[in-house]
C-alpha cells in the first residue's frame, strides 16, 4: 500500500461539511479517512469473463481480493508486489477487468437496480469510461449507449478504454452535456448523469483535489450542475429511470440540485429509493432515499447517488438551431451485408441481429440497430465498431472488431503462451516454434483475442496499433 500523502482540506470545507455530518458519523473518523490511501479496485468485465471464470484464472496470483457489496463484478485487491502496475498486468490490456475505484461503482449499480436493462442509454459525462463499460456489461452489449464526454482530449481516452474492452454496442459524441434535451427530447429509458462536480470526495486519490476550491466555485458548478440536470430530464423518455450522482460532498451540488430538479417538474419526477440496492445500504441513506456516501462509511471515495423515475412528459426545450450536416454513411443491402458477414465468419468474426452495418467510402462499420433513430439528429464522433476497409482482394479486418467480436471458439486462432504475449504487446513480430496453418489468424491469449495478424513464412507479422503498444515492464506471469 503506498504511502498516506498528506490532503488539503480548506477549514470553509470543513465546516460546511461538520454541518451535514450525519449524527452517528464523526468527524474525526472523517479526517482520518481522508488522510489513508485510497483501496485499490478493479471490475471484472463480464463481456470478457464470467466472475467466476476471471476468479479460477487469478486463484494462484498474489491477489487477495475482496467483493465490493454494491458491484457483484466488483473487488477491492491488494497484492504482495505493488511495484508493478495493475494496468500492466495481461488481464488489464486484454480487457478482462477495469481499474475503477469502488464507489464509482455505485451509480450503474443505481441505475440497473429495476430489473430489466434498458434499451439506449445515454451517459452524458462519459470519460474515462468506467462507467459506459459498466453500463454495456450489465446490457450484454445489446441495444444502444450514447456516450458522450465534453473534453476533446478525453473523448480519446473513452474510446480506447471502450475498444479495449470489446464494446460494440456505444455510439460517442462530444457536446456539452445541456444540449441533449433539446436535441434528442424524450430518446432514451435510462440516463446516468455523473456531474461534473468539486471533487471533494476523491482526496484520497488527488491530495490536491481541493486546492482550488472555494464557496464561490461550489456555487457555481452547482449551477451549472442544475442545468445539466435539467437538459438530461428532458432527454429521458416517460416512464425512464436518470441517476444523478458527483464524487463531492456538500448538499448543494447533490440533495439541492436534485431538491431543485423535484421543485421544477413537481409530480413529473420521482424519487425511488436506494435503501435496498446492497447489504449495508443503510449506512449512507439519506431522509430522501438517495446515497450520501462519506469516505470513512465504506473506506471509499466519497459519493452521491439519486434514483429518479420521470412519470410523464413535460413541456419539451426550444429546438436546437445549430446544423447537424449531411450523415456520410449509408447501409449496406440485405445481400451486400450477407456477403461481408460471411466474409468475416470466415476469419471468425461474428455479430448478431442488434448490430448493422452501413458504409463509408472503402470503409465498412457495425452500428448498433437501437440507435440508429438518432442518427442524423446530432453529430457522432464514433458510431460502434470500425469492422474492415474494402481491398480489391478483400476485407483488411480492423483491430477493434476483433476484440470485440472474435468468440474464443472461433477459428482460426492462435493461442500464445506468456512470453509470446508479452512480444506481442511491445509490439513485436513474433516467431513461435510452429507458426499457425492458415495466413490469418485471430491472437489470443488466455482464450482472449489480442487482435488479428499475417502470418509471412514463420513470422506472425504483428499489427497491434501503435497506440496500445506498451513500453516497459508487463505483469504476465511468467
Request: aromatic share 10%; hydrophobic share 45%.
Amino acid at each position: 500500500m503506498a504511502k498516506s500523502t498528506a490532503v488539503f482540506l480548506p477549514p470553509a470545507f470543513l465546516d460546511a461539511t461538520r454541518a451535514i455530518m450525519p449524527a452517528e458519523l464523526a468527524m474525526e473518523d472523517f479526517i482520518a479517512a481522508c488522510q489513508r490511501p485510497l483501496r485499490r479496485s478493479l471490475r471484472v468485465n463480464t463481456l470478457k469473463i464470467s466472475v467466476a471464470d476471471f476468479l479460477a484464472l487469478v486463484q494462484d496470483y498474489d491477489w487477495r481480493l475482496e467483493p465490493i457489496p454494491w458491484c457483484a463484478e466488483g473487488f477491492w485487491i491488494e497484492r504482495d508486489d505493488e511495484e508493478l502496475r495493475l494496468g500492466s498486468a495481461a488481464e488489464h490490456l486484454s480487457g478482462l477487468f477495469y481499474i475503477q475505484e469502488a464507489s464509482s461503482m455505485l451509480p450503474v449499480s443505481a441505475l440497473f437496480s429495476g430489473g430489466a436493462a434498458p434499451n439506449r442509454v445515454l451517459d452524458v459525462a462519459a470519460a474515462p469510461g468506467s462507467k459506459t463499460t459498466q453500463i454495456a456489461a450489465l446490457m450484454g452489449n445489446q441495444g444502444g449507449i450514447v456516450a458522450n464526454e465534453y473534453s476533446a482530449s478525453r473523448v480519446k481516452v473513452l474510446h480506447a478504454n471502450i475498444s479495449r474492452c470489446g464494446v460494440k454496442n456505444a455510439a460517442l459524441t462530444h457536446f456539452d452535456g445541456r444540449v441533449f434535451g433539446a436535441a434528442l427530447p424524450e430518446s432514451f429509458d435510462a440516463i446516468l448523469l455523473d456531474a461534473p462536480c468539486s471533487g471533494e470526495g476523491v482526496v484520497r486519490k488527488d491530495p490536491d483535489a481541493m486546492s482550488n476550491w472555494s464557496p464561490q466555485s461550489v456555487a457555481e458548478i452547482a449551477a451549472t450542475q442544475r442545468e445539466l440536470i435539467d437538459s438530461a430530464f428532458h432527454a429521458l423518455a416517460p416512464g425512464g429511470v436518470m441517476v444523478y450522482s458527483t464524487c463531492t460532498l456538500n448538499a448543494q451540488e447533490n440533495q439541492q440540485v436534485v431538491r431543485w430538479l423535484l421543485d421544477t417538474y413537481g409530480d413529473a419526477v420521482s424519487v425511488e429509493p436506494l435503501g435496498a440496492l446492497f447489504p449495508g445500504a443503510d449506512k449512507a441513506l439519506t431522509a430522501e432515499g438517495f446515497l450520501h456516501v462519506f469516505p470513512q462509511i465504506y473506506d471509499s471515495e466519497g459519493f452521491f447517488v439519486a434514483r429518479l423515475r420521470k412519470q410523464r412528459a413535460v413541456a419539451p426545450l426550444a429546438k436546437p438551431t445549430y446544423k447537424v450536416g449531411k450523415f456520410p454513411f449509408s447501409p449496406l443491402s440485405g445481400k451486400e451485408a450477407a456477403l461481408v458477414a460471411q466474409a468475416a465468419a470466415a476469419s471468425g468474426l461474428t455479430w448478431g441481429d442488434d448490430s448493422r452495418l452501413w458504409e463509408r467510402d472503402k470503409e465498412l462499420w457495425l452500428f448498433p440497430a437501437e440507435l440508429e433513430p438518432l442518427f442524423g439528429k446530432v453529430r457522432f464522433s464514433r458510431i460502434g465498431l470500425k469492422l474492415a476497409e474494402r481491398f480489391p482482394k478483400g476485407f483488411r479486418w480492423q483491430h477493434e472488431a476483433a476484440i470485440a467480436l472474435a468468440g474464443t471458439g472461433d477459428k482460426p486462432h492462435f493461442e500464445l503462451d506468456a512470453a509470446l504475449a508479452q512480444e506481442w504487446y511491445h509490439g513485436r513480430d513474433l516467431y513461435p516454434e510452429q507458426p499457425p496453418a492458415g495466413d490469418e489468424c485471430i491472437v489470443t491469449y488466455q482464450g482472449q483475442p489480442l487482435g488479428i495478424a499475417k502470418r509471412i513464412g514463420s513470422r506472425i507479422k504483428n499489427n497491434l496499433p501503435r497506440e496500445l503498444v506498451r513500453d516497459g515492464a508487463l505483469d504476465f506471469h511468467l
